[in-house]
């Protein structure tokens, strides 16, 4: 072609052997039409921005998630007040020879056995009871309970929150996240009501069950609600925000146990407290997200959520439909009304089998809950040797969180960090500090105790905000209902496993967190990402992931072969 000539179009020949007859010679069809770009598909994160980011409503949404979490914090830790024991002091001043049980000062009290007498009455005189609180096993198992009733309480209360994870789960997904918080504070404030009305420690341990099922399911159902009503820029805010309800739920107990003595006073006291959230109802609309993901954008019931979030943003509702209206059809395509739609957990199980990156996804974040919860109430119960009396101890224990939430909102939002190395950090501290506290003694051994504390911490105010990340909005509630699980069993372990001291437990920890530290690495960072809607968005990540890895790897081989071309050529090469 001559230069100045007009560039000649791409042709189409429809038949190749024409070329080769020119009897039978057809001329060339010219292919003139312009490809059209397709516009790419809207998501739910720019109908937030178009909806007026981060505004009143959704600020509103957050309100509700930190409330929620505020009341788990009470309700989780309400079962050590509830169950405190009481002690025996000797009141002689000359001191007293013989230590006595609580067993043998209930027998002399009510002049039973062995105990009618002299002796008796020298218990009577010599020792005295001390203690603010009056627990439930002094009251329904008697003057002298068991040693194995009390701990028993929050076994029964972890065993039905790990069956609440699943529950929760499966019914956030099928009913919606909203629904699901309302049943579960209803739930939870009703059963721990009724629970002081238990006749026998037996019937009480099935309230404890009953109440944790209802709690562990208020604090994933309420959770997965506020991150599904916030831009995803907004995420890790969010996670510090929740986590730091939590703790200052715990921290107000603390005066509300020293003040209400008896258990039933107090419990009646912690349920009470749900009533707080009836001021939200009117005035929150169902997940966004869940919404679209169970209708798609254009259906009447997205249309009418994401109209009401305008309105009380002060947003128009002319632009998200405008912007619903030219997305692609991936992004609006309601699903048929003719097909069976599977629960959220047989899908999850389903496509467990088939996509490698969603296994790979579910298996490190389960091992990555059960770490952060088997660690974190493992120093809980080893940090018992704090000085100070029991409602100051309770009290630092939880104090000393509160630098990890903001650490922990530092590091996620940060771009050195993100929320893979935060976690990875973390967890290297949190095994440094349990190793050391195996191998030291008095005062160090404290202070890298609440070092280690603070780290797990951190550890865990990220398990909540990317466990939310990696999974997609078809699943996200089942996945991390399962993930919640796995932190129960990790609860329920630790502290079987700190009842062997700090020098047997602290290796334990230790381990576990060097090897959810390395596993951390092969999960994907999702600060600042857009969340997967389907199944599908996860699938994608891996196949693009291999793509990039197979085209990184051949402009590897092209830039060896060009350095070997350049230092051995070709004898043809040398003759140019």
Known sequence: MVDGDPPVPDVEIDDLDARNDPHDYTPPTLNLERKVTEAPPVTVDDLYEAAGGLGPYNKRAVAFGVLCSFIVGQHVMSGYFATLELSLECAASEGCADEITMFEYCAAKAGEGEFVGLRGEVIMQNWTVVGRARGVTHDLAGCAPEGWMAPLVGSMFFVGWLLGGFTAGSLSDKIGRLATSYIMLAGSAAVYLLSTLAPSMSVYYLFKVLHGVFVGG??????????????????????????????????????????????????????????????????????????????????????????????????????????IGS??????????????????????????????????????????????????????????????????????????????????????????????????????????????????????????????????????????????????????????????????????????????????????????????????????????????????????????????????RSDDLVRIESAETQANPLPGDSMI
């Open 218 to 323: 208020l604090s994933l159902s309420s959770y997965v609600y506020a991150v599904e009503c916030v831009p995803v820029k907004a995420q890790g805010a969010l996670g510090t925000l929740v986590m730091g309800a939590f703790g200052v739920g715990c921290i107000l107990l603390v005066p509300m146990a020293y003040y209400l003595t008896h258990w039933k006073a107090f419990t009646v006291t912690v349920s009470l407290v749900n009533l707080l959230t009836v001021a939200f109802v009117p005035f929150l609309e169902k997940s966004p997200r869940w919404v679209a993901a169970q209708a798609g954008l254009r259906s009447a019931a997205f249309a009418k959520v994401i109209a009401y979030i305008c309105s009380a943003n002060g947003a128009p509702v002319s632009k998200i439909t405008a912007m």
């Open 327 to 552: 997305g692609g059809e991936d992004a609006a395509s309601p699903p048929s009304p003719h097909e069976a739609k599977p629960s959220a957990g047989r899908l999850l199980a389903t496509v467990y089998c088939a996509f490698a990156e969603l296994r790979k996804r579910t298996l490190i974040m389960n091992l990555f809950w059960f770490t952060c919860a088997f660690t974190y109430y493992g120093l809980n119960y080893a940090a018992g040797d704090l000085g100070g009396g029991l409602y100051v101890n309770a009290f630092i224990i939880v104090l000393v969180e509160f630098p990890a939430y903001f650490l922990a909102a530092w590091g996620m939002d940060s771009p050195r960090l993100g929320r893979k190395q935060t976690s990875f950090w973390s967890f290297v501290l949190t095994a440094l500090c349990c190793f050391a506290a195996a191998f030291t003694s008095g005062g160090v051994k404290r202070c890298v105790g609440f070092v280690g504390k603070l780290a797990i911490t951190i550890s865990f105010t990220v398990a909540y905000i990317w466990a939310g990340e990696v999974f997609s909005t078809d699943v996200r509630s089942t996945a991390m209902g399962t993930a919640t699980s796995a932190a129960r069993v990790g609860g329920l372990l630790a502290p079987l496993v700190s009842s062997a001291g700090m020098a047997t437990a602290g290796p334990i920890y230790g381990a576990a967190a060097v090897l959810v530290a390395w596993l951390c690495i092969y999960l994907p960072e999702t600060r600042g990402k857009q969340l997967p809607e389907t199944l599908e968005d996860i699938r994608s990540y891996n196949r693009l992931r291999s793509a990039s890895m197979e085209t990184t």
